[in-house]
């Protein structure tokens, strides 16, 4: 398995602009999450699906995020209209079952830059 | 609700000698434990995780923690640090049945000195 597949690794992007990431999970996974990592903040999560339905979006900042998970394998983030503060990584993690025994498989993340 | 608490941000060794790094929880719940290591500009990955059977456990690259309920802590250790041991950990607490509450540490910083 390839593991969890992020992209783009990189966006930079102007002020007001759409920011869609994308995540496709481990096959067979079924508990999906978004974190976002800063240096003041640390890792936070934002949200997390299992068997494609959000559970808990408490962690989403503001109305300007949103995030799908149409189907098992594919799931995205969207930021709209970007701002200089959403820069950070964003990292996606898949997990098989929804126990907290369960460990996270993280992608590589995607650095997003916003002007 | 749970938490955790890593109580140094920044540990410095050198090579060959001892690694320490400590982390407290707080749980309502049965935990889970983990430790994930994080290199530069990678993904989180585990180390090690506890949730029920052996109190010490023992993860890759020759790193082990040790659940200790009565201390509630799940210290990370190594015998002997090498330099590619050199990243960021989290320690992370969750609760055994459900997904809902899982915690990140604020990170370890380890850097290994020559």
């Known amino acids: ?115 | 609700a749970q938490s955790v608490t890593q109580l140094d941000s920044h540990v410095s060794v050198s090579e060959g000698t001892p690694v320490l790094l400590r982390c407290n929880y707080s749980s309502s719940y049965s935990p889970s434990l983990f430790w994930y290591v994080q290199h530069p500009n990678k993904g989180l990955q585990l180390l090690l995780k506890y949730t029920s059977a052996a109190t010490l456990v023992k993860g890759i690259n020759g790193f082990e923690a040790e659940f200790k309920k009565s201390e509630t802590s799940f210290h990370l250790t190594k015998p002997s640090a090498h330099m590619s041991d050199a990243a960021e950990y989290f320690c992370v607490v969750s609760p055994r049945y459900n997904n809902n509450d899982m915690r990140f540490g604020a990170g370890t910083r380890l850097t290994v000195k020559p």
């Open chain 1, 1 to 115: 398995d390839a593991g969890v597949i992020q992209s783009p690794r990189h966006e930079v992007t102007e002020m007001g602009q759409e920011v869609t990431l994308r995540c496709k999970p481990i096959s067979g996974h079924n508990s999906l999450f978004w974190y976002r990592q800063t240096m003041m903040r640390g890792l936070e999560l934002l949200i997390y699906f299992n068997n494609n339905v959000p559970i808990d979006d408490s962690g989403m900042p503001e109305d300007r995020f949103s995030a799908k998970m149409p189907n098992a394998s594919f799931s995205t983030l969207k930021i709209q209209p970007s701002e200089p503060r959403d820069s950070a990584v964003y990292f996606c993690a898949s997990s098989l079952g929804a126990t907290g025994a369960n460990v996270l498989t993280f992608g590589a993340g995607s650095r997003l830059t916003v002007l």
